[in-house]
């Protein structure tokens, strides 16, 4: 039977407590709501709206060298479709992405311990401040960023719960028994009819972990014997990403256009967003009041929005109709990357040694 008690979970009765905090316990809850604005915020207004919506047309040339770096880049595809392909037409599906960028900071508290090194303890000698009035370090704005901030005058020395302040626990490698079965005659004192040399006979090893003490320092305190407790906020800053692409009907997987970046038409960035409702494209206006709507209303229950910004890009989409040993087919040359989609019909099995 170990000499040493079990370690436990810290108990509640360990934490202080602290007003403003109460009913916190080890290992925190949810986010925190933030405080009502002290004074009412002024509706956004509404931005420019640009007027320059074209792309210049794909040409034939720009179209074959996308095709053939394409063929290239793959070992198992032969060149001939791309270099010898005859293009008989080229239709324009350039489509637009809405992207709605939200920037929130979200708070949450809960108890946390360390081994207690001589900090001076400062539970009490001032008011706490709640979570939203700990002042924390921003990143750049639609940065994310994850800070741990230990709340002023909250912090208290207690004894170990883990050793109950004993700063040692048993040696998880004898079991607390300071030594182990021989490796050598797995602990039956012989070898071969006849006393194990290695252990003399004793059938044991000393235990090099613990160096045959049977405890060793305790993970919790690092046998310190005491920790320091205390609240320790956690504040995360997220830029919550939301696109929206319209319909383009070109046949192209939506998916793809993740990858790629479009002309930049519009963009602008304020506390709160105002949505294109003047924009040329319905379903671009309608995309951007819903979205607004939904991350105004979603985020601000737990966190605290700092700043919304939204773009509109014209992603280029060229389908691309060619002819190769008689047969029809498609690729399609999308985004300012000019990335191919294609099934390509020039493939063989090749095996890298």
């Not at 040409?59 to 005859?86: I, M, W």
């Not at 324009?92 to 207690?116: I, V």
């Not at 070109?250 to 790629?260: C, P, T």
């Amino acid at each position: 039977v170990s000499m040493y008690p079990p370690p436990s979970a810290p108990p509640a009765s360990m934490f202080n407590n602290v007003p403003g905090y109460e009913g916190l316990v080890a290992g925190g809850g949810g986010f925190l709501p933030p405080p009502m604005p002290l004074e009412p915020v002024a509706p956004p207004q509404p931005g420019p709206v640009p007027d320059n919506w074209c792309i210049p047309s794909l040409t034939e040339d720009v179209a074959r060298q996308a095709f053939k770096a394409y063929a290239d880049s793959h070992c198992c595809y032969g060149s001939s479709p791309a270099e010898n392909g005859l293009i008989t037409s080229m239709e324009p599906f350039n489509t637009f992405r809405y992207r709605l960028e939200t920037f929130t900071e979200s708070r949450s508290t809960e108890w946390a311990t360390r081994p207690y090194k001589g900090e001076q303890p400062d539970f009490y000698t001032q008011t706490a401040p709640r979570p939203w009035e700990v002042q924390a370090n921003p990143p750049s704005l639609f940065t994310n960023h994850k800070q741990e901030i230990q709340v002023p005058f909250t912090s208290s020395i207690k004894d170990c719960h883990s050793c109950h302040g004993t700063g040692e626990k048993p040696c998880e490698e004898c079991h607390g028994n300071g030594y182990k079965p021989c490796w050598v005659c797995n602990g039956s004192g012989a070898k071969n009819e006849e006393n194990c040399h290695h252990c003399n006979g004793t059938g044991r090893d000393r235990c090099r972990n613990c160096d045959s003490r049977g405890s060793e320092n305790c993970a919790t305190c690092e046998g310190k014997r005491q920790l320091l407790t205390f609240i320790q906020l956690k504040v995360e800053w997220t830029n919550n990403i939301e696109d929206h692409v319209v319909e383009q009907n070109s046949g192209l997987d939506v998916s793809d256009l993740q990858s790629v970046s479009g002309k930049e038409l519009f963009k602008n960035n304020q506390y709160l967003l105002y949505p294109l409702l003047g924009f040329p494209n319905q379903a671009i206006a309608e995309a951007s009041d819903r979205l607004i709507k939904e991350h105004q209303s979603k985020y601000a229950q737990t966190s605290r929005i700092l700043q919304q910004r939204q773009m509109v890009e014209l992603i280029p989409i060229t389908k691309v109709n060619y002819k190769w040993k008689d047969n029809s087919h498609v690729y399609y040359v999308y985004g300012n990357e000019h990335k191919i989609s294609a099934n390509y019909p020039d493939t063989c099995c090749c095996v890298i040694l």
